[in-house]
């Protein structure tokens, strides 16, 4: 019985934590009118990562607005990668759709093109609070990623798809927990494939190091 009450606390616990962080989300969106859309992602994407540290007792608030006001400087870049991803996949859909016949090669270059895209929007806010690097190497680490990371970016794909349909049928779901859900589902995985890479080049580089040894 003791264990049950644990568990529904520390339930209760989290769920209050997610909508609380998802309420400080939108106020920072609502308040910025949709122009601090990627430094509030970054921010939340900071305190998910925290959490999957370990660093469940960090004060909410003012993790998310330091790490909001250092990314306000330094986000124009994703900003402008994602207006210009959106422009040329609605460019690319438009010409799609007014072509009666479009040829193989063409339409695979198509399909290749935005699979690419999407892998990198999947991974690009996990990298970029995981990794320390400059915008390009986080572009080209989020392709890199995603490309040897089918299994992880299908389940991300998946949970996104699963969580579109939960809060079309729950719409007043959204306010509590609409944005914090998909930084989770993006992160989770995201961070277990992290980890397994880190623990590949560990493995790796320490075997290298004993095999230099051994050939001494």
Known sequence: MEKTMNGLYTLCEWITKGAWLNLIWLAYLIVGLGITAVPAAIAAFTVVRKWLRGETDLKTWYTFHTTFITSCRKSWKPMALFTAVILLLSAQAVYLLMQQAVHPVQFTAIVLFIALAGGVALYLF??????????????????????????????????????????????ALFPFFGLVTFAVAFMVPAYHRFLQISRKKEALHNGMVSFSHTSK
């Open 126 to 171: 996990p990298v970029w609070v995981h990794y320390d690097l400059s915008f390009l190497q986080m572009v080209k680490q989020a392709a890199l990623i995603a490309l040897v990371s089918p299994l992880h970016t299908l389940f991300m794909v998946l949970s996104a798809v699963a969580l579109v349909l939960v809060f079309a049928a729950m719409p």
